[in-house]
């Protein structure tokens, strides 16, 4: 089994997100029109433009109808694009930010001072 963490020595990190989508009626008709496979190679062609990468795609069963995790340079790209997805009426997204066991690991290391509600 292939895990990926961390990039590899001289890679660039770039963000991780899970962005979970559910389409309209309208959506789901561009769907029939141009397949799954149509769909997902737009996505990959927008977000290579953007300078981010398709980890993965996939239609589901169940509330969201496609769950997608993407690499792009950061937040306010990760924003640009649940924006522009949002607008077209055809989907609407969630967008979850990946962490690696590795900055969770880095997070950990952190010192914060934080007091409790009502403590």
Request: hydrophobic residues 40%; neutral net charge.
């Amino acid at each position: 089994m292939t895990i990926r963490s961390m990039p590899a020595k001289g890679e660039i990190h770039m963000p991780r997100y899970l962005i979970q989508a559910s389409y309209t009626r309208e959506g789901l008709q561009g769907i029939m029109k141009e397949g799954g496979s149509g769909r997902r190679d737009a996505i990959g062609k927008m977000l290579a433009d953007l300078g981010g990468s398709l980890e993965s795609f996939h239609f589901a069963f169940g509330k969201e109808d496609a769950y997608v995790i993407v690499d792009v340079p950061d937040n306010v790209t990760a924003a640009a694009v649940g924006l522009t997805v949002g607008a077209s009426g055809a989907v609407s997204t969630n967008t979850v930010v990946l962490l690696t066991p590795e900055e969770i690991d880095q997070a950990t290391k952190k010192s914060i001072s934080y007091r409790a509600p009502g403590k």
